[in-house]
């Protein structure tokens, strides 16, 4: 459910300001009505971190997602020329559904945890699991109220005519993202103890929560010519964009210590686009696309579990790939084997996208 006010107006001949509030609620987007299972057991009950996961049907909607929004854009010179702009707003995105279902399909198709099983056979780990020897469970548990993923973001730009066919763009775009959404395993193997880190009644405990962040920078600049049918664009996009999570989002880390701001998969900090548009006889037009942009980061680990906590992929190491020409698309991104032998082909490429692209196309108005 959304309901919002909007309304723009001009305090000055030279200042149009637009300003909007909006309230949105997702309303039993989680299954809030749904009693899990594990909510009755008695060992689970009994570990007081956990107790805003074991629901019995009672989770709470969402309802103070206020999101106000503020733009302007005001004309310093009076001349048509030039132009200020900027703006705030909180932004709320949708609840994802799919954790309450994976809480459903959790308690129904259990997942079980065996420790050193011996065996690959289906049907004998099936029967391990009906006498319940050496096997432990693992539950899916989503927290009792699940914030809606919220983005905060500012702009700030200036646009000014420089002649007749020429124009130039320059904004500066911020985002600060929070409540996203990240799981947590508190009893993970804690090999210093050698034994699970809350109760060995039970193996990995997933538990889904709302403190990811992600933040992103970025300055846009861009410089148009039109003339008649004639367009030329180039743009310069610098931006910096970090994540709690990025580049191990298949990860269930142990601690809410190990989701740390670092630079996302996705960074890119340079990016240069070129299109232009040009006549051709017979009414035809030619089309062009160039863009150049920075190697990507790629997620780095050392591999050898240095933290002991059982899990490979939360042991950072700050490196990172400068300069490569080549369009590299993977690198081995472990260092290590968990015996702490070296790996050969870490930082090493391991694949490339496609050398060379193009594309043709034909479009008929008529």
Same mark, same amino acid.
């Given at each position: 459910?959304?309901?919002?006010?909007?309304?723009?107006?001009?305090?000055?001949?030279?200042?149009?300001?637009?300003?909007?509030?909006?309230? *949105?609620?997702?309303?039993?987007?989680?299954?809030?009505?749904?009693?899990?299972?594990?909510?009755?057991?008695?060992?689970?009950?009994?570990?007081?971190?956990?107790?805003?996961?074991?629901?019995?049907?009672?989770?709470?909607?969402?309802?103070?997602?206020?999101?106000?929004?503020?733009?302007?854009?005001?004309?310093?010179?009076?001349?048509?020329?030039?132009?200020?702009?900027?703006?705030?707003? =909180?932004?709320?995105?949708?609840?994802?559904?799919?954790?309450?279902?994976?809480?459903?399909?959790?308690?129904?198709?259990?997942?079980? &945890?065996?420790?050193?099983?011996?065996?690959? *056979?289906?049907?004998?780990?099936?029967?391990?699991?009906?006498?319940?020897?050496?096997?432990?469970?693992?539950?899916?548990?989503?927290?009792?109220?699940?914030?809606?993923?919220?983005?905060?973001?500012?702009? =700030?730009?200036?646009?000014?005519?420089?002649?007749?066919?020429?124009?130039?763009?320059?904004?500066?775009?911020?985002?600060?993202?929070?409540?996203?959404?990240?799981?947590?395993?508190?009893?993970?193997?804690?090999?210093?103890? &050698?034994?699970?880190?809350?109760?060995?009644? +039970?193996?990995? @405990?997933?538990?889904?929560?709302?403190?990811?962040?992600?933040?992103?920078?970025?300055? @846009?600049?861009?410089?148009?010519?039109?003339?008649?049918?004639?367009?030329?664009? @180039?743009?310069?996009?610098?931006?910096?964009?970090?994540?709690?999570?990025?580049?191990?989002?298949?990860? =269930?880390?142990?601690?809410?210590?190990?989701?740390?701001?670092?630079?996302?998969?996705?960074?890119?900090?340079?990016?240069?686009?070129?299109?232009?548009?040009?006549?051709?006889?017979?009414?035809?037009?030619?089309?062009? =696309?160039?863009?150049?942009?920075?190697?990507?980061?790629?997620?780095?680990?050392?591999?050898?579990?240095?933290?002991?906590?059982?899990? +490979?992929?939360?042991?950072?190491?700050?490196?990172?790939?400068?300069?490569?020409?080549?369009?590299?698309?993977?690198?081995?991104?472990?260092?290590?084997?968990?015996?702490?032998?070296?790996?050969?082909?870490?930082?090493?490429?391991?694949?490339?996208?496609?050398?060379?692209?193009?594309?043709?196309?034909?479009?008929?108005?008529?």
């Amino acid at each position: 459910m959304g309901l919002y006010l909007n309304d723009e107006w001009r305090p000055a001949s030279r200042l149009t300001v637009n300003l909007g509030l909006r309230w *949105d609620a997702e309303l039993n987007t989680l299954s809030n009505d749904f009693v899990n299972p594990w909510a009755s057991d008695a060992t689970l009950r009994g570990i007081p971190s956990l107790a805003r996961w074991l629901n019995t049907g009672n989770r709470r909607n969402d309802l103070n997602n206020f999101s106000p929004r503020l733009s302007f854009s005001w004309d310093p010179t009076g001349g048509n020329r030039t132009f200020v702009r900027g703006g705030y707003a =909180i932004m709320y995105d949708r609840v994802t559904s799919f954790i309450g279902f994976q809480e459903r399909l959790g308690a129904s198709w259990r997942t079980y &945890n065996f420790v050193n099983p011996g065996t690959t *056979d289906v049907e004998v780990l099936r029967q391990r699991v009906r006498q319940g020897v050496a096997v432990t469970p693992s539950p899916v548990l989503v927290k009792d109220l699940m914030r809606t993923p919220e983005n905060r973001q500012w702009s =700030i730009g200036v646009g000014h005519q420089l002649t007749p066919e020429w124009a130039l763009n320059v904004d500066w775009i911020q985002q600060d993202i929070r409540n996203l959404y990240v799981r947590v395993n508190p009893n993970f193997f804690d090999r210093v103890r &050698n034994a699970r880190a809350l109760t060995p009644a +039970f193996g990995d @405990i997933v538990l889904w929560d709302d403190f990811g962040r992600a933040k992103f920078r970025a300055l @846009i600049s861009q410089l148009t010519y039109a003339k008649g049918q004639r367009r030329a664009s @180039i743009a310069w996009t610098l931006s910096y964009n970090n994540s709690d999570f990025d580049g191990n989002l298949a990860a =269930i880390f142990p601690q809410r210590a190990s989701y740390q701001l670092q630079r996302a998969a996705g960074d890119e900090r340079h990016r240069v686009l070129v299109s232009t548009i040009q006549p051709l006889p017979w009414r035809f037009l030619l089309s062009s =696309i160039v863009t150049v942009a920075s190697p990507r980061a790629v997620a780095v680990t050392d591999g050898r579990d240095l933290n002991l906590n059982n899990v +490979f992929v939360d042991d950072f190491i700050e490196v990172f790939n400068l300069l490569n020409s080549n369009n590299w698309s993977t690198f081995g991104a472990a260092a290590r084997q968990a015996n702490g032998n070296a790996i050969a082909s870490f930082m090493q490429p391991t694949n490339v996208f496609a050398a060379r692209q193009a594309q043709l196309g034909v479009r008929a108005e008529f």
